[in-house]
């Protein structure tokens, strides 16, 4: 049995919709198992600073449908000491918190591996991060909210490129993952995605442009990581050796990251809390869980950091198709 009274719930890293789903996941289905909760504020920063709150499950009413999170998050290079992540366990322990769940990225699981094999504290980390790119989840909490945001911002904009007669180059975030920008670009009906995943791309869009001739409006996809350059960058390029398309950028950025998440990203992000808090009552540690095949799986997190999650290569055929 496990020896479980009090676990903390951190959102850490960069923001995603349905991190607020998932905290409330976690509150209640710990609440469910008679345990008190306690919520870490600003991330490993907060943990370090030993800023922790009480979360009874009216704290986390009504939040379901907000994007953030509202235990805020921050990046913390002091956890990254031996020093700082000593001082974070003197005020866990301090607070007779007996378990974390860290809801975060690969940076965010990196941290909470170490910490783990240093102190007897157990971890468990659920995937939030709209660059779905952890390896071991089909899905990351905030990936489905944002491709819904990307292609919104699209097909306004494709709106005023077909008025026009414009080329844009539009840049999504992903860093270095083309999992936004190949989905949505299928989605939207890009002419053209570029994505780090993929070698020659530069020469493949030439050849499209020059095969298509005039056309009154293209759509370019750009994932911000990509190997040929960020969106503007590109489109420099494009003006010179095309000076008969009118081109133009525009960058999405952090809007991605925001906003009420979908309906899937909410569904998620509870099931994932759930079961996050069912693998701390089980003495699991030092694990992501994940969604593959709409089941919970356990991943060490070990796995998740160290190894690569790939794209679908279909995907990469089906978009090529559609494009032509």
Same mark, same amino acid.
């Given at each position: 049995?496990?020896?479980?009274?009090?676990?903390?719930?951190?959102? /850490?890293?960069?923001?995603?919709?349905?991190?607020?789903?998932?905290? &409330?996941?976690?509150?209640?289905?710990?609440?469910?198992?008679?345990?008190?909760?306690?919520?870490? &504020?600003?991330?490993?920063?907060?943990?370090?600073?030993?800023?922790?709150?009480?979360?009874?499950?009216?704290?986390?009413?009504?939040?379901?449908? &907000?994007?953030?999170?509202?235990?805020?998050?921050?990046?913390?290079?002091?956890? &990254?000491?031996?020093?700082?992540?000593?001082?974070?366990?003197?005020?866990?322990?301090?607070?007779?918190?007996?378990?974390?769940?860290?809801?975060?990225?690969?940076? /965010?699981?990196?941290?909470?591996?170490?910490? /783990?094999?240093?102190?007897?504290?157990?971890?468990?980390?659920?995937?939030?991060?709209?660059?779905?790119?952890?390896?071991?989840?089909?899905?990351?909490?905030?990936?489905?909210?944002?491709?819904?945001?990307?292609?919104?911002?699209?097909?306004?904009?494709?709106?005023?490129? /077909?008025?026009?007669?414009?080329?844009?180059?539009?840049?999504?975030?992903?860093?270095?993952?083309?999992?936004?920008?190949?989905?949505?670009?299928?989605?939207?009906?890009?002419?053209?995605?570029?994505?780090?995943?993929?070698?020659?791309?530069?020469?493949?869009?030439?050849?499209?442009? $020059?095969?298509?001739?005039?056309?009154?409006?293209?759509?370019?996809?750009?994932?911000?990581?990509?190997?040929?350059?960020?969106?503007? $960058?590109?489109?420099?390029?494009?003006?010179?050796?095309?000076?008969?398309?009118?081109?133009?950028?525009?960058?999405?950025?952090?809007?991605?990251?925001?906003?009420?998440?979908?309906?899937?990203?909410?569904?998620?992000?509870?099931?994932?809390?759930?079961?996050?808090?069912?693998?701390?009552?089980?003495? $699991?540690?030092?694990?992501?869980?994940?969604?593959?095949?709409?089941?919970?799986?356990?991943?060490?997190?070990?796995?998740?950091?160290?190894?690569?999650?790939?794209?679908?290569?279909?995907?990469?055929?089906?978009?090529?198709?559609?494009?032509?």
């Amino acid at each position: 049995m496990s020896m479980i009274k009090k676990v903390g719930v951190l959102t /850490s890293g960069g923001d995603a919709p349905g991190m607020n789903a998932a905290i &409330r996941a976690v509150v209640r289905a710990a609440l469910h198992h008679n345990l008190e909760v306690v919520g870490i &504020r600003k991330g490993y920063k907060g943990m370090i600073a030993g800023d922790f709150i009480p979360l009874l499950s009216k704290d986390v009413s009504n939040i379901i449908q &907000r994007g953030g999170t509202i235990l805020g998050t921050a990046r913390s290079e002091e956890f &990254r000491t031996e020093e700082g992540r000593r001082k974070a366990y003197g005020n866990l322990v301090g607070h007779s918190i007996d378990a974390c769940v860290v809801i975060g990225g690969d940076g /965010s699981f990196q941290g909470a591996g170490k910490f /783990s094999s240093e102190f007897d504290i157990p971890f468990v980390g659920i995937p939030g991060t709209i660059d779905n790119d952890l390896y071991g989840t089909d899905y990351t909490i905030g990936y489905d909210t944002a491709l819904n945001t990307v292609v919104e911002a699209v097909d306004r904009i494709r709106d005023t490129a /077909s008025a026009h007669d414009r080329m844009f180059f539009i840049e999504v975030m992903g860093r270095g993952a083309g999992f936004i920008a190949l989905h949505s670009g299928i989605a939207c009906g890009a002419e053209a995605i570029l994505i780090p995943e993929v070698d020659g791309q530069e020469e493949a869009l030439h050849d499209y442009l $020059q095969a298509q001739g005039n056309k009154s409006s293209n759509i370019i996809l750009v994932a911000e990581g990509n190997n040929v350059g960020g969106a503007e $960058q590109i489109a420099s390029q494009i003006s010179v050796k095309y000076p008969d398309y009118d081109v133009r950028v525009n960058v999405l950025g952090h809007m991605q990251r925001g906003g009420s998440p979908s309906a899937f990203d909410r569904f998620l992000a509870s099931r994932l809390g759930v079961a996050a808090v069912d693998a701390l009552i089980d003495n $699991q540690r030092s694990i992501m869980v994940g969604f593959v095949n709409h089941d919970i799986v356990h991943v060490p997190f070990n796995k998740t950091i160290n190894t690569s999650k790939n794209l679908n290569k279909i995907l990469l055929d089906v978009a090529d198709i559609l494009a032509h």
